[in-house]
């Protein structure tokens, strides 16, 4: 997610504004091949998407027709097989740290063929806001031909300032305390197809949360959040998982009507290194459902998001609890500030209305609304925390149905300007 964007391009002529335009438009889109949360199996022809694209149009085509570009010869998909880019940008960064360069490196294969295989994916993008944070994440998303199998993997080395309210409902908007540490991660599942749509497997994770202090305030995390379990100096987590995922999507950038869950169950033992044993539970659901069946080039969608976060006992280290926005693809809680709500327990419901515009598909856009609670100061479901929004899509690819989206959001004491490739969900 990348937050408050803020990118300019100066050129010397007037004439070429119309072109300017285009290019700021794309700019994002080179480095964010991104495939987050696609986990379809094979897809059999009577489900396969029906869109007649020929009648869409995408940023593509205006960028061909602004700069003359005439296609080339038409190559067999099988020859399409690797696809890499590299593009530095300006953005901000989610915790309330300000402006950073984020630079982005992407790299996808086919290891199978395209009617049958999911594309393997590694997306790099470091950041570095000029003072006391960056970040170094790597996610790959592999899978097997047919998709037989896949391997997950999320690995991090952050270094942080990011800012904290304890559990719950505790504090006030304006009383969160700046909290500096380092973070490790390293998550690795592997999964095997049972049957269609469904893959059960076993993966390891790791969390390293090291130098924890807090910089800015004479009270220590521990007295600040009266919790006593990983708010020392260092916390260390060590699991074995165990992964359910049932997935009938065919495209998880722009989702069509489908149904997705995906089940793990994480167990942390002191023998793996993990200052104390812990279990956690997350439960994610989602569901699509389309109002224009007859007519597949009109977007005209809703679509619904929940998912369960609880860790099992009350040792479970602070830094490694339920967070907003702590989700495994950081996408949750639009309009409410990342780490801003804290619990042994949360729960989280978003839905989302996804409409074009234009006929030719060019330009839609969507309207949602999400709430959360946390268990922690109090009981779960006694205490709920809105925020809504909107967005402006525009299509960038008609072939993968792939929108950039500009989304507007708002809660108690925040708002954010949030900048994505393809659906938040």
Known sequence: ???????????????????????????????????????????PKNNASKTDTARQTDLID??????????????????????????????????????????ATTAGIYLGPRRTTNLSTATFAPYWNFGGR?????????????????????????????????????????????????YIRFYQSWLNRVRSYFFAGLGYNLDYHFNINTPDSLVDLKTYTGYPYGTGRNSFSSGITVNLLYDTRNNSFNPLPGFYGNIIYRVNPRF?????????????????????????????????WSYMWTVLNKNSPYLDLPNIGGDPYNR????????RYRGRT??????????????????????????????GSGTLFTSWHPAMGAGLRIKYNKGSNTNIGIDYGISKGFSSIMLNLGEAF
Not at 12 to 31: G, N, Q, W
Not at 63 to 86: N, T
Not at 348 to 360: F, G, K
């Open 1 to 43: 997610m990348i937050k408050n964007k803020a990118h300019q391009i100066y050129w010397r002529k007037p004439r070429t504004l119309a072109k300017t335009i285009v290019l700021l438009l794309m700019v994002p889109l080179f480095p964010c091949h991104l495939h987050a949360q696609d986990a379809t199996t094979i897809i």
């Open 62 to 103: 205006i960028a061909k027709s602004l700069f003359h570009i005439k296609p080339g010869k038409v190559r067999e998909q099988k020859d399409q097989k690797i696809y890499f880019s590299l593009l530095p940008i300006g953005a901000s960064v989610p915790g309330g740290t300000g402006r950073a360069l984020v630079t």
């Open 134 to 182: 960056f970040g170094l994440p790597l996610r790959t998303s592999i899978w097997f031909p047919g998709n037989t199998k896949t391997i997950q993997g999320d690995t991090r080395f952050l270094v942080y300032p990011q800012f904290t309210w304890g559990l719950g409902s505790s504090h006030g908007t304006d009383e969160k305390m700046l909290v500096d540490y380092k």
């Open 272 to 304: 793996l290194g993990s200052n104390d044993n812990w279990h956690s539970l997350y439960v994610d659901v989602r569901k699509y459902l389309s109002l224009n069946a007859a007519n597949p080039n009109q977007q005209n969608k809703l679509a619904f």
């Open 332 to 339: 949750s809680g639009r309009g409410i500030d990342q780490n």
């Open 346 to 375: 949360l729960f989280y419901l978003e839905s989302e209305y996804r409409r074009d515009i234009t006929r030719n598909g060019l330009l839609g856009f969507v309207v949602f609304a999400n709430t959360n609670t946390v268990s």
